[in-house]
């Protein structure tokens, strides 16, 4: 079972930026398409943004369009989000899913279609 452990989270005012962490415990993550949803209070959790297995593909939802940006490497994924906005307020989980049939440029929208997921780190944008 692997164990993904985000950080980066915190509290900024409207116009900040933050960059969110997640990591696995014990492995890599080369093998994974990684992705980042986000949960607002009383709304369903929601798609940010995910990342190819090779890199070389990356999906967001339309609400961080050119503000959030999601990188990879080795063993660590980034969410990268600048411009925030009080409406980004959430806990933010990175997922990953395994990729061993699909092409290295998949990217899994959905939230079942991710194998492992992080506890979330809380991510405060005051107006």
């Known amino acids: 079972q692997m164990q993904l452990v985000e950080s980066g989270g915190g509290s900024v005012q409207a116009g900040g930026s933050l960059k969110l962490s997640c990591a696995a415990s014990?492995?890599?993550?080369?093998?994974?398409?990684m992705g980042w949803f986000r949960q607002a209070p009383g709304k369903e959790r929601e798609f940010v943004m995910g990342?190819?297995?090779?890199?070389?593909n990356t999906y967001y939802a339309d609400s961080v369009k050119g503000r959030f940006t999601i990188s990879r490497d080795k063993n660590t994924v980034y969410l990268q989000m600048d411009s925030l906005k009080p409406e980004d307020t959430a806990v933010y989980y990175c997922?990953?899913?395994?990729?061993?049939?699909?092409?290295?440029?998949?990217?899994?929208?959905?939230?079942?279609?991710?194998?492992?997921w992080g506890q979330g780190t809380q991510v405060t944008v005051s107006s």
């Open positions: 997922a990953a899913r395994i990729i061993t049939s699909f092409p290295s440029d998949y990217v899994p929208l959905k939230q079942d279609e991710y194998m492992y």
């Open positions: 990342i190819s297995k090779s890199a070389g």
């Open positions: 014990g492995r890599t993550l080369s093998s994974y398409a």
